[in-house]
């Protein structure tokens, strides 16, 4: 079992940036997938970003590429998801979430534990 905790969100201008907090709690001696996803009012929850917590690759959904970055802290029980160039289209709720992610690392479904989720909103 996993226990996720997000912080790090409140309201910014456009352009500006945020960087989100995720601490891990449990069993995180294993290497796992961890990401973050964002969700707005009536629509189906979508990837951000997700790494493996043993290293390697990152993987970014293409409307935050190059300005979202994803990174953990050396023990993995930080994650962490660093936000530029904020822009209006970025208000929503953002969660953390940690699995195996077997098949694709940006659907949520590939995940087994989640967070309860930290407000972003950006103001034009």
């Known amino acids: 079992q996993v226990q996720l905790q997000e912080s790090g969100g409140g309201s910014v201008q456009s352009g500006g940036s945020l960087r989100l907090s995720c601490a891990a709690f449990g069993d995180t001696s294993s290497n796992y997938y961890m990401g973050w996803f964002r969700q707005v009012p009536g629509k189906e929850r979508e990837g951000v970003a997700a790494?493996?917590?043993?290293?390697?690759?990152?993987y970014y959904a293409d409307s935050v590429k190059g300005r979202f970055t994803i990174s953990q802290h050396n023990d993995k029980n930080m994650l962490y998801l660093h936000m530029n160039s904020l822009k209006p289209e970025d208000t929503a709720m953002y969660y953390c979430?940690?699995?195996?992610?077997?098949?694709?690392?940006?659907?949520?479904?590939?995940?087994?534990?989640w967070g309860q989720g930290t407000q972003v909103t950006v103001s034009s």
């Open positions: 979430a940690a699995g195996w992610a077997r098949a694709n690392k940006l659907v949520p479904s590939e995940y087994q534990y």
């Open positions: 790494l493996y917590t043993g290293g390697g690759a990152t």
